[in-house]
């Protein structure tokens, strides 16, 4: 006996119902993105397995252990399925110029992957939009994707997702940071995990954003970043700040908010929900001036930010968004050879005229192709059988409401269905 085969743990067939809400949301985020001048790119899902590597850091959560790292079994080249966009959409603006004559605005949505252990707002498939400025050196773009965020969230009809920010400051600010820092955990050695003992010398500053109860007393008195930062560092996050302000958006300062990605500096921000667990972050970003250069380009400072589509339509869901299944304009069902043709043409000539039609297909009697037009929604039923075929008409029948079905010539069709549909009562309506 053969077993069902089913999908790989963490990566979720999204079905039709809920497919059509994620369709909602992407237009909305078209239009949202289009108002603040971002364009559109689209970029492969398999990358070389060094620009990530070389992107996002050697010694972080998702190269050291989430990455779907194989070889090509064709020319033996490291691919990986990427993890996150901004790494794939630098190196698409390097390899293609972009930046050549002035900066970019530059977003994208689709799947991203990573080989973490599946739950609720958590998966081995999920998707993100992705939203990247390349060549602005803020703070004005950091503020204004900030504030792009909470209109969305507006746009969305959201509440209750906060903002949180920090500053990373530049590298020799956080070198010396790390320095303190790591003699900091040093003297506590004996409380910290297997992990944080790993990070010590490697990676340090992600022992701030550990997720162990145990650690979080001597998190809380370990050395602040802020507090390292210089006089350039604290006027841009300064700028941030008067911009939210201005704007009137409240925002926490989270000293321990690091990112897990080794490329940022100086802002970093997310937008963290109490609504979804333990998975509660729908949006995070910052700035990553050192990228560009990182991966071959000539310095470039940049700011971007990603979100979690799964998790902002669980919360768009909770908040009382419900798809509502469309309904076609017009079911048309038929009986006898003659006039399954004729509705062929009747049903595509309804469809010239700009209506949706059901064509019923797969036969069947009369009583159950009326059941099926019912089901569907439509509030309008054509009838043909062969003889309305022959006589070149069809019987109309509204399905929603009490009137009386008629019989109405082919070439009127469309002007009788428009009547009815748009209430043109005087010219052809039932
Ligand atoms: P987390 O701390 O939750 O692992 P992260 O810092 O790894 O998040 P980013 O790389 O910043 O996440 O990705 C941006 C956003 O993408 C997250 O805020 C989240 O909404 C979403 N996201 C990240 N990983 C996943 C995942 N495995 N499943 C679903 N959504 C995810
Ligand atoms: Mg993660």
Known sequence: MSTTLQAIRGMNDILPDDAELWEEFEDLV????AGYGYRPIRMPMVEPTPLFARAIGEVTDIVEKEMYSFTDSLNGEPLTLRPE??????????????????????????????HERPQKGRYRQFHQVGVEALGFAGPDVDAEQILMCQRLWDD???????????SLGQSEERAKHRADLIAYLSGHADILDEEAKRRLHTNPLRILDTKNPALQSVVEGAPKLIDY????????????????KDAGLPYRINPRLVRGLD?????????????????????????????????????????????????????WRDQGNQHEKPAPDIYVVHQGEAAARFAFRVAEGLRDAGFA???????????????????????LAVII????????????????ETAEQRRVAADELADAVGAWLFGDEEDGGL
């Open 357 to 379: 039609v059901q064509l019923h297909c797969g036969g069947g009697s009369f009583k159950s192709q009326m059941k099926r037009a019912d089901a569907s929604g439509a509030p």
């Open 263 to 315: 490329y940022y500096n100086l802002t970093v921000f997310e937008w963290v929900t109490d609504q979804l667990g333990a998975q509660g972050t729908v949006c995070a970003g910052g700035r990553y001036d050192g990228l560009v250069q990182q991966l071959g380009g000539k310095p470039q400072p940049a700011c971007g930010f990603a979100m979690g589509i799964e998790r902002l339509l669980a919360l």
């Open 85 to 114: 966009g901004t790494a794939s959409c630098v190196r698409a603006v390097l390899q293609h110029n972009l930046l050549y004559d002035a900066p970019r605005r530059l977003w994208y949505m689709g799947p991203m992957f990573r």
């Open 30 to 33: 078209r239009g949202w993105l």
């Open 229 to 244: 930062l210089g006089e350039a560092s604290l006027k841009h996050f300064d700028g941030v700040q008067q911009l939210l």
């Open 385 to 400: 059988g062969d003889d309305e075929a022959e006589a070149n008409e069809v019987t109309l029948k509204p399905l929603r």
């Open 156 to 166: 969305l009809g959201l509440e209750n997702i906060k903002l949180e920010i920090n």
